[in-house]
């Protein structure tokens, strides 16, 4: 199982906000990926806001956009189902690549929730739904959240 060896997150984020950047595409799991994420986020004291996008290749461009705008953890949610075309390597790979260099390039926390799973089955065992045996959207928002506060405390100890 993909979950094995995960750490526990306990934190406590009062006051933080989170910018959720979520795909429209398969609407079931991605509803259970929202869910999870606003749970996490609720768990931790944090307030969110929803941002939806058509897919998943969209969201490093609106990732982007609220790190330029300051903010402070984006959790960036989307389903890619493997089919019988490349589509799905450059999907993938354009997703992860852009993510990455807004994280790095913004010095953001970016929470990554894009399941690439080969059947829609493995993304709904993932998607945080009754009967799932993972919940990868308040996953995303606990590493987030984790790495968010980390930054503050590098940037309150060593400018």
């Known amino acids: 199982m993909s979950g094995q060896g995960a750490p526990s997150l306990s934190i406590d984020a009062k006051g933080a906000i989170v910018d959720v950047v979520a795909s429209q595409w398969h609407t079931t799991i991605m509803d259970g990926l929202v869910a999870g994420a ?18 998943a290749f969209e969201l490093p461009v609106v990732a982007e956009r609220l790190a330029r705008s300051g903010a402070e953890a984006i959790v960036c949610l989307g389903v890619v189902v493997r089919g019988g075309t490349p589509h799905f390597e450059y999907v993938c790979d354009a997703v992860t690549r852009g993510l990455t260099d807004v994280a790095r390039c913004h010095a953001v926390a970016v929470g990554f929730g894009i399941l690439t799973t080969d059947t829609e089955q493995q993304a709904l065992d993932r998607a945080g739904l009754p009967g799932s045996s993972e919940d990868k959207g308040a996953e995303a928002v606990e590493a987030a959240l984790a790495t968010s506060a980390l930054m503050r405390d590098i940037t309150s100890q060593l400018g």
């Open 38 to 55: 606003l749970a996490a986020v609720e768990r931790a004291g944090a307030t969110a806001r929803v941002w939806r996008v058509p897919g």
